[in-house]
């Protein structure tokens, strides 16, 4: 089982800036890939960014330009810096880790941009 524990979340005015954490615990090692999603209100999940433990990353067309995925890999945790948010990046983020073809979950982190 791999663990994952987000923060960073919460209230912010359109333009401004969040960093999200996640940490992940217990059976990490074999994790080929870490990443965020998120999912506004009526709306599917959605994948925001990834990086694979070669360090190939993937943006959401949305977000890229604005978004920046990281890892410290000392630490075991995946960082997102999200800049110029704007209201539509509004969600609940998740973070999402990749193991033996197994999808792990954090409880989620909300985002909410003000406009």
């Known amino acids: 089982q791999v663990q994952l524990v987000e923060s960073g979340g919460g209230l912010v005015q359109a333009g401004g800036s969040l960093r999200l954490s996640c940490a992940a615990s217990?059976?990490?090692?074999?994790?080929?890939?870490m990443g965020w999603y998120r999912q506004a209100p009526g709306k599917p999940r959605e994948l925001v960014a990834a990086?694979?433990?070669?360090?190939?990353?993937d943006y959401a067309d949305s977000v890229r330009g604005r978004f920046a995925i990281s890892r410290d890999s000392a630490k075991n945790t995946v960082y997102l810096q999200m800049n110029s948010l704007k209201p539509e990046d509004t969600a609940v983020y998740y973070c999402?880790?990749?193991?033996?073809?197994?999808?792990?979950w954090g409880q989620g982190t909300p985002v909410t941009v003000s406009s």
């Open positions: 990086i694979t433990v070669g360090g190939n990353i």
């Open positions: 999402n880790a990749n193991r033996v073809w197994t999808d792990y």
């Open positions: 217990g059976s990490i090692r074999n994790i080929n890939k």
